[in-house]
Nanobody, 121 residues
Framework: QVQLVESGGGLVQPGGSLRLSCAASGSIFSISTIGWYRQAPGNQRELVAG???????DYAYSVKARFTNSRNNAKNMMVLPMNSLKTEDKAVYYCKIIATIDRSPREYQYWGQGTQVTVSS
C-alpha cells in the first residue's frame, strides 16, 4: 500500500510562516509527480505547488511570490515553505503523487488525508 504522511499544518497569524512536508512510502516503484494542493470550504481543490515529470515546479499564481524554495531532493518527499501567509490561504492542504506501485505498470493518483492550515488574526 501507498502511504502519504503529511505534516506542518497548524494555526498561524497573518504574515506568519508554516512549512509543509510530505513523505511517500509503501509499495512504490516510481513516482512521476508530487505536489501540494488545497481546498477551502465551498471551493474546488487547486494546485498550490507541484513538481512535474521533468522536474519543473508549478505554482499557483496567488502563492508564487510567497511560497518559495520548495524542495524535492528526494523523489518520495516534498517540502513546501509557506511565507507571508494570508487569511485567504486557510484551507485543508493535501499531498498528491502520481506513481506506479510494485509489479504494476499503471500509474495512479494517491492522496494524503490532508492537513489543516488556519490563518487568523
Amino acid at each position: 500500500q501507498v502511504q502519504l504522511v503529511e505534516s506542518g499544518g497548524g494555526l498561524v497569524q497573518p504574515g506568519g510562516s508554516l512549512r509543509l512536508s510530505c513523505a511517500a512510502s509503501g509499495s512504490i516503484f516510481s513516482i512521476s509527480t508530487i505536489g501540494w494542493y488545497r481546498q477551502a470550504p465551498g471551493n474546488q481543490r487547486e494546485l498550490v505547488a507541484g513538481f512535474t515529470r521533468d522536474g519543473r515546479i508549478d505554482y499557483a499564481y496567488s502563492v508564487k511570490a510567497r511560497f518559495t524554495n520548495s524542495r524535492n531532493n528526494a523523489k518520495n518527499m516534498m517540502v513546501l515553505p509557506m511565507n507571508s501567509l494570508k487569511t485567504e490561504d486557510k484551507a485543508v492542504y493535501y499531498c498528491k503523487i502520481i506513481a506506479t506501485i510494485d509489479r504494476s505498470p499503471r500509474e495512479y493518483q494517491y492522496w494524503g488525508q490532508g492537513t489543516q492550515v488556519t490563518v487568523s488574526s
